[in-house]
């Protein structure tokens, strides 16, 4: 049986490792820990990286095909998010017990309306979650066909995995965040090896469908499929009250690293590859594949780099499901009464087991 503790900042008495030297910023977060940042920031980070796999497919449907028009339009997107992620910046200095807008909204407006964005964001999470273990157990079959008639039951499976890897707090973020590290390492070879593939041993892909809107009405359309590459900005904001083994200082730390770490990573693939595919004339992908998954094979051709970019990606779903399981219960213990944050929740989320996992 777990053992069960109230777990709110510092109060558990663990402080952070060189707490007192005078380090400041991230110099500090790794003094408290840099196996704990690590595999906090990118086990935190799980669902916006996954989200590289699949919104720049989706944005250039949106668009007709039409690739010159990809790039602006992903810039676009991503400036949004670096425009969110300065907001969430100065958010962590003012909740670093966690709580995110929920905790914003209740301290500015009042609890009743905090409960919108909470209602909001928990959707979002358990949403994430079945997407990603579905999509999991999809990439599954994929590679072993005899699989699909337990498809249901594979995904219960992957389910609980994940739920319960989870609950080992650090020692189960350790587990996703190889995931995402992978992915992120991966793609970036598939990037740097792939600016140089010459690009007429690319297969001519077909003319995409004529399209009636101008090229800046298909960008401001394009747009907002293209903004599910933000799917999971907040999360840090969320699963920083999971860090019970930290104070309010090594908390804001911790968040501000994963949080433009995250970001970095996220622009780096998200450019990488859309310029990539553009220079390599990669168009709309056919059934049963995917558009990066055409970018990485005419990048680096069908060898174990390939494979081991579309292990990756399949991987990486079930660390976004990770992140969600982190930053959900994350998110109510900040907000739940006897704990060091709004107090709008019942007591009992405030808990959390022997490993600080609410």
């Not at 380090?23 to 408290?32: N, P």
């Not at 350790?174 to 992120?184: E, G, W």
Request: charged share 10%; proline share 5%.
């Amino acid at each position: 049986m777990a053992r069960w503790s109230r777990g709110a900042g510092g109060s558990d008495g663990i402080s952070p490792a060189g707490a007192g030297r005078g380090r400041t910023g991230i110099g500090a977060a790794f003094a408290s820990g840099p196996v704990l940042l690590v595999a906090f920031a990118f086990a935190v980070m799980g669902d916006p990286v996954s989200s590289v796999a699949y919104a720049m497919e989706a944005c250039l449907r949106s668009l007709d095909g039409r690739l010159t028009l990809l790039v602006p339009t992903m810039i676009m997107v991503l400036g949004i998010i670096v425009l969110v992620a300065v907001n969430y910046h100065h958010l962590y200095a003012r909740f670093p017990e966690g709580g995110g807008d929920a905790a914003a909204s209740a301290s500015a407006f009042s609890e009743g309306l905090a409960f919108l964005p909470l209602a909001a964001l928990t959707v979002d999470y358990a949403l994430t979650i079945a997407i990603s273990v579905a999509a999991g157990a999809s990439a599954i079959i994929a590679y072993l066909p005899g699989l699909a008639p337990v498809r249901v039951a594979l995904a219960m499976v992957l389910l609980v995995v994940v739920a319960g890897l989870t609950l080992f707090g650090h020692g189960g973020r350790a587990v996703f965040a190889l995931m995402t590290i992978s992915f992120a390492v991966i793609g970036s070879l598939v990037i740097v090896l792939g600016a140089s593939a010459p690009v007429h041993h690319v297969l001519a892909s077909a003319p995409p469908p004529a399209s009636h809107h101008s090229a800046l009405l298909g960008v401001l359309l394009a747009f907002p499929v293209g903004m599910a590459l933000a799917t999971g900005v907040e999360a840090p904001s969320s699963a920083i009250a999971q860090l019970a083994q930290l104070d309010n200082t090594g908390r804001l730390r911790f968040g501000r690293t994963t949080l433009w770490l995250m970001v970095g990573i996220v622009v780096w693939l998200t450019m990488g590859i859309v310029v990539l595919g553009v220079r390599l004339h990669i168009g709309l992908p056919p059934r049963n594949s995917t558009w990066i998954a055409g970018v990485a094979e005419a990048a680096v051709g069908r060898g174990a780099l390939f494979a081991a970019f579309q292990v990756s990606s399949a991987v990486l779903l079930l660390a976004a499901a990770s992140s969600s399981f982190q930053a959900g219960p994350g998110l109510l213990k900040a907000l739940a009464r006897g704990g060091s944050g709004v107090g709008i929740l019942p007591a009992f989320l405030s808990r959390s087991n022997r490993y600080h996992t609410p």
